[in-house]
Nanobody, 125 residues
């Protein structure tokens, strides 16, 4: 199973930016979707963004659309999440994850079966 390692979390003021990285231990199969999800203590994990397989099509949660950008560097086996105009409600542990799901399930956290350890993002008001 591909190992995933996130980095780039931290503390930032509202309106600021952070870039998260997720390095895979090996090149994921071309049928693998890679995504970012987040979780606040006491709440369920929620979908943030994903790149569907290696085709490059990207998908976002409505709450982050226009502020976050996901990208995938296949040569480096890495995906990124550029987060701009951060809000206090973006505070969460952010996880990188992979899935073999079909497109219609891409926003379902249960479709992701391989997870990194997570990185904390805290946005102060």
């Amino acid at each position: 199973q591909v190992q995933l390692a996130e980095s780039g979390g931290g503390l930032v003021q509202a309106g600021g930016s952070l870039r998260l990285s997720c390095a895979a231990s090996e090149r994921p199969s071309s049928s693998i979707t890679m995504g970012w999800l987040r979780q606040v203590p006491g709440k369920e994990r929620e979908f943030v963004a994903a790149v569907f397989r290696t085709g490059g099509n990207t998908y976002y949660a409505d709450s982050v659309k226009g502020r976050f950008t996901i990208s995938r560097d296949n040569a480096k086996n890495t995906i990124y999440l550029q987060m701009n105009n951060l809000k206090p409600e973006d505070t969460a542990v952010y996880y990188c994850a992979t899935s073999r799901t079909i497109l219609s399930n891409i926003r379902q956290p249960s479709a992701y079966t391989n997870w990194g350890q997570g990185t904390q993002v805290t946005v102060s008001s």
